[in-house]
């Protein structure tokens, strides 16, 4: 069904009632000694899992610990990025995502890939052979990763970002696509097509992703984007690509863009309605700009938290909740300069604090998925 002719009935049928953000919304205090935030996912069929880094396993037996009590799912932090699995031509290290793929398995835990094709984070060998390369060497430079990956990890990833952030309105395409991005820049749109066709013909029980940022907000920035990737979807379907969902980064800024439960809402109507799943794959917080003093600006983000929450999973098409990072002990908030708090302080944007206790983020993602519809069965 086209998106257009669905959202106009999709509207006057909301599945549940949106939440209105002129309701302040008061977070209750944790409960410190109740089920992780997996288990209560799974009570709607759906799935909370984190990124996480295989040092942090090695390193840190309390994070770990806290790991396997809150997440059903664990994706790669960067171990998957192509800077750091294939440094060379033709030489190959995915010895860090082993450990995390072995870690997963140990415990029962599904495990993500991210990401094969990205405009970022890949080897300067690549970058510098694209130019050049014609006809097949070219297209093995894209097809030949996915293909090594994927086939190593059949059967033990489940799903996979295949393309990674491909919009960038404000880079100056008509068509909202990103124009600093190597794959466009030697194949054009077609990339896209390539690297799904390659991605199913590897391991076609995997679940297929394609990922952005900036959908999230009520802003003029984020609407350019969702309309990027709505259009985007509709050109590759209609193509055929076999795209299964779409995920969601979920990098809230609630103090420098605003959130608006039903603009998110059409959005997400917009994309069900392609026939496409959804997931929530790098929620995460920053709490820049916020209050000084630690109460009400944990109160402020944990309602934002619960309105980002209630709407994404509101929607049946929604089967996942991933973060960023699971605990404010290791987030990459407080490394990024635009992010972090000028007096060194932690940023407060995941689930658990730096000592690993369940904040009030954590119990108003707890009561979201608490109170979530189930998921759809047998989604794309």
């Not at 297209?139 to 295949?162: C, H, K, S």
């Amino acid at each position: 069904m086209k998106r257009r002719a669905f959202i106009a009935g999709a509207a006057a049928a909301c599945s549940v009632p949106l939440a209105t953000s002129a309701v302040p919304y008061i977070p209750p205090q944790p409960d410190t000694g109740g089920p992780g935030l997996d288990a209560r996912a799974r009570r709607s069929g759906r799935r909370f899992g984190c990124a996480i880094k295989s040092g942090q396993l090695a390193k840190d037996p309390a994070f770990t610990a806290a790991v396997l009590r809150e997440a059903g799912t664990i994706v790669q932090e960067y171990e998957l990025k192509r800077h750091v699995t294939q440094p060379r031509p033709g030489r190959y290290d995915f010895s860090g995502n082993d450990k995390l793929v072995d870690f997963a398995q140990k415990h029962g835990l599904a495990a993500r890939g991210h990401t094969l094709v990205w405009y970022s984070n890949n080897p300067p060998w690549l970058a510098a052979a694209l130019p050049g390369a014609r006809g097949r060497a070219r297209d093995t430079l894209l097809t030949g990763y996915i293909e090594t990956a994927m086939r190593r990890y059949a059967g033990r990833i489940g799903e996979w970002d295949v393309v990674n952030e491909p919009v960038e309105p404000n880079q100056g395409r008509a068509d909202g696509m990103r124009a600093q991005n190597i794959w466009g820049q030697a194949f054009g749109e077609n990339y896209i097509d390539l690297a799904f066709h390659s991605a199913r013909a590897a391991d076609p029980r995997a679940r297929l992703f394609l990922t952005d940022f900036g959908l999230e907000h009520a802003s003029r920035r984020c609407e350019a984007r969702r309309t990027a990737i709505l259009k985007l979807l509709e050109r590759a379907l209609s193509r055929r690509v076999p795209i299964d969902a779409l995920g969601i980064q979920g990098h809230l800024k609630p103090f420098r863009e605003p959130f608006d439960e039903r603009t998110f809402a059409r959005f997400l109507d917009e994309v069900r309605g392609m026939g496409l799943g959804i997931a929530i794959t790098e929620m995460d917080i920053a709490d820049r700009g916020g209050p000084q003093a630690l109460e009400p600006r944990d109160a402020q983000v944990a309602a934002v938290g619960k309105a980002f929450l209630d709407v994404a999973l509101a929607n049946p098409a929604t089967s996942s909740v991933l973060t960023w990072g699971l605990s404010d002990r290791y987030s990459w908030l407080s490394t990024y300069p635009e992010y972090r708090w000028p007096d060194g302080k932690p940023s407060r944007g995941l689930p658990l604090d730096s000592d690993l206790r369940r904040k009030r983020l954590w119990a108003s993602m707890a009561a979201a998925f608490d109170a979530a519809p189930p998921a759809r069965k047998g989604a794309r």
